[in-house]
């Protein structure tokens, strides 16, 4: 990789991993802040439903991230801090552990205890 | 040995991908329509999947990265939301064909009508998915659908004119009473069939899943040739059956019995066992297939955690899009729609989402930063864009084309 990071062709839609290799999802959005004495800097990672809905835009997108919004309580995207980011490759690699990170996995957890877990033989939740 | 053995197993699982309800039916529809005049598009179609799935099974393994993964880090968010949206569409159309394909065999077996099997092959596919180990399956499907090769024995069993034969696929022609545009319609349908959309995205997952990596290329390569070009022969040899046995009675397939008649002419009550046997096995493994594809799609968009060997609870959205995909589809299987008609129209519409599939793969497998030293070479990109632009044109014909001809009519 250069030093310059595209934030389209780089970040944008990568996968994120945790530490582990484990699945996190998809870069959805980017949070920049505009400070007034510099260039623009890159925060956060937002990821998850809301943070989907936003970047897709038009009617499609404000009704995905209202119905986010009702069922998850917030419109406001899931988070990932920049300074988490160990390395930016085909894949964003963490230098956290899923389970870490606030928010990330509510809807799997919900599913698996309210659906999947509930059919024989789906395997045991980890504890 | 071992190396040998590895190599069988990988070929007989790309036969068994290729070969499914798709095939055995508008192989044996378009024998008894047109005889040997589409054999030509089966070259064509066996020689494009193969290209595509070996670049696309390639950059899996030096990426690490699937199919759908790709297509929406290309081709952003909207695109690919279309993108998606479209192959779950078609794919969950072809699992209701499958369903009821599986169904069909069984009622060739037992003469009890298929819909009582729908729910019962349903049933049957929720307990694979989730519980069997899956690479074993895999291997038992193809090799039990080897049985279907009864097919290509019963065109020498059939004693044909083989000066004929050879004339009829150099020379095609238009049959008597069929017009141009419904011929182009099904050498549409025989693409759709042969270069199953769904194919591609199994095996790109599954050389991810299987963490198959760069060492792994040429033997890649080697499944995906041997198996396409196997099953290709498979295809041709049901179309040549149909043709010996269907056309000159002029028998058309509306039924899967129809499919296996031949077979049955030439060998009896013993190749109609075999014929249920492999169908049953090639298409079961792929009502698997396309149930997992459909998972693959949604889980690879949103980055979810997918995979076959995750136990459902570890991967619970990944699950739930599979079990509301076998639901769906099975209670559509049910409504008594005509399971031919739906076979027709599932492989049909794959030629839709070829192009925006097929584009990320081609740009992709180009990209140095990404496949270094096993980049695309000259012979890989040549047939690419030769094939990117036949199947533009083939999805930009087919709306087109399904209107003109009433659906084939």
């Known amino acids: ?127 | 040995m071992k190396q040998i053995l590895t190599i069988a197993l990988g070929v007989l699982t790309a036969i068994g991908g290729f070969m499914d309800i798709g095939d055995l039916v508008t192989d044996a529809l378009i024998g008894a329509r047109f005889g040997l005049a589409l054999v030509w598009v089966t070259v064509v179609a066996v020689i494009g999947i193969t290209a595509y799935s070996e670049m696309c099974g390639r950059v899996a393994a030096v990426t690490q990265r699937t199919v759908f993964d790709l297509v929406r880090e290309r081709l952003g968010p909207r695109v690919a939301l279309f993108n998606i949206v479209g192959s779950y569409m078609v794919n969950a159309l072809t699992l209701v064909a499958e369903l009821c394909g599986v169904a069909l065999a069984f009622e060739l077996a037992t003469n009890v009508n298929y819909m009582l099997w729908v729910p019962l092959v349903a049933v049957l596919a929720f307990l694979v998915v989730w519980r069997m180990p899956f690479e074993i399956m895999e291997r038992l499907y193809g090799v039990l659908g080897l049985a279907l090769f009864v097919f290509v024995v019963a065109v020498w069993q059939l004693g044909p004119d083989w000066g004929q034969m050879a004339h009829d696929v150099t020379h095609p022609t238009v049959p008597p009473g069929e017009g141009t545009p419904t011929y182009l319609f099904y050498a549409l349908v025989m693409l759709g069939a042969q270069m199953t959309p769904y194919e591609v995205f199994f095996f790109s997952s599954g050389v991810v899943e299987h963490g198959w990596d760069r060492d792994k290329v040429g033997q890649i390569r080697v499944n995906n040739v041997l198996g396409y070009v196997i099953g290709g022969v498979l295809a041709i040899g049901i179309q040549a059956t149909a043709y010996l046995v269907l056309q000159p009675r002029g028998i058309q397939v509306a039924h899967l019995s129809q499919t296996v008649l031949p077979v049955v002419t030439a060998f009896g009550q013993v190749g109609l066992a075999l014929v249920i046997v492999g169908i049953f096995a090639a298409v079961f493994g792929s009502v698997l297939e396309t149930l997992l594809a459909s998972g693959y799609t949604v889980a690879h968009h949103f980055g979810w955690r997918w995979g076959k060997f995750e136990r459902p609870v570890n991967a619970a959205r990944f699950s739930t899009v599979i079990l509301v995909t076998l639901l769906g589809a099975a209670g559509f299987a049910l409504t008594t729609i005509d399971p031919i008609k739906i076979t027709i129209y599932a492989v049909y519409l794959g030629v839709l989402t070829l192009p925006l599939t097929w584009l990320p793969i081609l740009v992709i497998a180009n990209d140095r930063r990404y496949m270094g030293a096993e980049v695309n070479g000259r012979l890989a990109n040549a047939v690419g864009v030769v094939y990117l632009v036949l199947v533009t044109v083939a999805a930009v014909a087919a709306l087109p084309l399904l209107i003109a001809t009433k659906g084939g009519l």
Do not use: C
């Not at chain 1, 943070?51 to 998850?72: E, K, M, N, P, Q």
């Not at chain 1, 917030?74 to 899923?98: D, H, M, N, W, Y």
């Open chain 1, 1 to 127: 990789m250069t030093d310059v990071l595209h934030a389209g062709l780089d970040l944008l839609d990568r996968q994120i991993v945790d530490r582990d290799g484990e699945l996190v999802g998809k870069v959805d959005d980017l949070e920049l802040t505009d400070p007034e004495d510099g260039p623009p800097r890159l925060v956060a990672l937002l990821t998850g439903a809301q943070a989907y809905g936003t970047r897709l835009g038009g009617r499609l997108g404000g009704w995905i991230v209202s119905a986010a919004g009702r069922l998850g309580g917030t419109k406001q995207p899931v988070r990932i801090p920049f300074e988490l980011v160990e390395k930016v490759g085909p894949s964003i690699r963490l230098s956290a552990a899923v389970s870490e990170l606030e928010r990330v996995e509510r809807v799997d957890h919900w599913l698996r205890d309210n659906f999947i877990g509930r059919i024989p033989g789906a395997g045991n939740a980890p504890e």
